[in-house]
């Protein structure tokens, strides 16, 4: 109050002492800020790089778009939305069940908002390198192509959520804004564009950054290839695919054989070292987000989008999101030749109890990425997960997800009341997503021989990744059976079957299965397919369905299309 009085005086003796005709005192600049010119210097266009950089993670628990698991996990029929019932963070319910997802969902607006503010940060400081003399600034393309690079990101993020979105680039100025609608490029035009900003990037960025973190040549590549993936899978209007373009699955071989060929990635020995602290760009990690704690900032920079997803035992204490479906647990079955069991996973039994995985043989993958009732926690022998670390069972089963989370003890670890979070790396590319892309692209060039050892490479590091899987007594935690696929028989119909189902073993509750059906144009068999079984399971699914032609995409947030005046356009059957 004292301080609050003497400012007024302050201000009293001012105005008094001040003329009323002479407004020449107001012509100053305002002290503590910076102007727009101001900006346009190589130091401090360096930092609108670095902020553009920080969108990567400036994600919140209920709009999570690092790992986004309530996008492709939840909706993907990899895992349940957990939490403390059905109402708990409502929003991903509504995405899990399909028939409650509305157009005026706040969650889905907000997630829509943060893809903009990320993209215009870019723009941003695109803008203002175009604009700066490369005297001045000799690694402006560099930093152009890394900023290409974040848009890129962030744009396809978009683009696999909602399909159609309006496209801005640093060029066009913001009062034309309001005029770019987000059906102005059709599906395949939107995504060249993305995919031009990932060339770009290709063309502009060094083989190796001196800083851990910034993108480099080897990393547009790979994202490249993935846009280039998902655009070969030609769609209607209606979201159903109705071929593959042959043309842009080489390119992907292609831009597949670049990544590799450089020498700079490798499969980690052990499938566990991707999601340990000390794996953190490693070998494997082609693109990833950089988190960090004790950095002068008042909670961190730490992985809040997964801070929902730990057990309810004391040494964490909170929520229990993010639960592993029975269907997914089932699918890490393997037959007599440890190979998956593509009919009949789902319809012999399911996987539930300790005793049930030693009685079936299974895939090691499901001990690196389900946390079961009896198993030791994230590789600790003495510290087991029991029944009562998860929240409502009634609802949601026992498990949970692992791949996301660090022990207690963990240096990464940090507690954000009243949730956990950690600092350990969020990976957008592994060395693993390339060799898969690059065996899809082969196999459907009908060219399933040549997949036949990319995929097999992946499956030969899972058996080899049994050596933290331990119980207390040094004894196996479950019966691992894992077998490489034959060369007989390796048809293209089967290779793409096994390339389909390997995928969702090597990155089950990694945030991209929801995505691989629709690209697939396979989700809604697939899902309603799923619902059947799992609704007798899971009361709560009784009213679940996928609508063909409608629930491949979220819809338009109502508030962007009010927003524009109607110049945006809703999406299919919403």
Same mark, same amino acid.
């Given at each position: ?133 490369? *005297? ?41 804004? @309001? ?12 995504? /060249? %564009? ?37 655009? *070969? ?15 842009? &699955? *080489? ?79 089932? *699918? ?7 190979? @998956? ?63 996301? /989370? ?8 940090? %507690?954000?009341? @009243?949730? &956990? ?48 899987? %331990? ?6 935690? /479950? ?45 809604? @068999? ?6 059947? %079984? ?41």
């Amino acid at each position: 109050m004292k301080f609050l009085q003497t400012g007024l005086l302050a201000f009293s003796l001012l105005t008094i002492s001040v003329s009323c005709n002479d407004k020449s005192f107001l012509n100053v600049d305002p002290t503590g800020a910076l102007d727009d010119a101001q900006l346009n210097t190589p130091d401090n266009i360096e930092k609108q790089v670095i902020a553009a950089y920080s969108q990567l993670g400036n994600d919140i628990y209920y709009v999570p778009y690092t790992s986004m698991w309530p996008y492709g996990n939840v909706r993907g029929g990899d895992a349940y939305k957990g939490g403390g019932g059905t109402a708990d963070v409502d929003a991903f319910h509504f995405y899990e069940t399909f028939t409650f997802n509305r157009v005026d969902i706040t969650n889905t607006d907000e997630f829509w908002y943060r893809m903009y503010l990320s993209i215009s940060r870019a723009n941003d400081a695109l803008r203002r390198l175009d604009a700066i003399d490369v *005297a001045a600034m000799p690694n402006k393309a560099v930093r152009q192509g890394e900023m290409r690079f974040l848009r890129g990101h962030f744009y396809f993020l978009l683009k696999e959520m909602f399909k159609y979105v309006p496209y801005i680039d640093e060029t066009l100025p913001t009062d034309q804004y @309001p005029t770019i609608s987000n059906v102005a490029l059709t599906n395949d035009a939107l995504w /060249s %564009k993305v995919a031009d900003d990932f060339r770009f990037a290709v063309a502009n960025l060094p083989a190796t950054q001196s800083e851990i973190g910034r993108a480099n040549k080897s990393a547009a590549q790979a994202y490249l290839a993935k846009t280039v993936l998902y655009q *070969a899978y030609t769609q209607d209007n209606n979201n159903a695919v109705t071929g593959i373009d042959a043309a842009k &699955m *080489a390119e992907v071989n292609s831009l597949c054989d670049a990544v590799i060929s450089s020498g700079k990635y490798a499969l980690h020995s052990d499938y566990a070292t991707n999601f340990l602290t000390a794996g953190d760009n490693g070998v494997e990690s082609v693109f990833a987000i950089q988190f960090s704690r004790n950095d002068g900032t008042p909670k961190g920079r730490t992985d809040r989008g997964n801070e929902l997803n730990y057990p309810m035992n004391p040494d964490y204490g909170c929520c229990s999101f993010h639960q592993p479906s029975q269907n997914l647990i089932n *699918a890490f079955k393997t037959d007599a030749n440890g190979l @998956p069991r593509f009919t009949d996973f789902n319809t012999s039994g399911d996987l539930v109890t300790a005793g049930d995985f030693l009685s079936t043989t299974v895939d090691p993958r499901v001990d690196h990425t389900v946390a079961v009732v009896g198993h030791p926690f994230k590789y600790n022998p003495t510290f087991v997960f029991d029944n009562s670390w998860v929240r409502v069972p009634g609802v949601y089963g026992y498990n949970l997800s692992m791949k996301e /989370s660090v022990l207690p003890t963990d240096p990464s670890f940090q %507690k954000t009341p @009243p949730f &956990m979070s950690s600092s350990k790396n969020w990976a957008i590319i592994r060395y693993a997503d390339v060799l898969l892309w690059k065996a899809e692209a082969l196999i459907e060039l009908n060219r399933s021989s040549e997949a036949l050892p990319l995929m097999n490479q992946i499956r030969q590091r899972a058996q080899n990744s049994t050596g933290l899987l %331990k119980s207390a007594s040094g004894a196996a935690t /479950s019966n691992y059976k894992i077998g490489l696929y034959p060369a007989a028989g390796f048809s293209q119909s089967y290779a793409r079957e096994a390339l389909r189902f390997e995928r969702r073993m090597e990155f089950a509750m990694e945030g991209c299965r929801f995505f691989d059906l629709v690209r697939w144009g396979i989700a809604a @068999p697939y899902m309603n397919t799923y619902f059947a %079984k799992e609704k007798n399971l899971r009361q709560y699914l009784s009213t679940a369905k996928f609508t063909a032609g409608r629930d491949e995409y979220m819809p338009i947030p109502i508030n962007q299309i009010n927003f524009s005046k109607g110049l945006y356009k809703q999406n299919n059957g919403w």
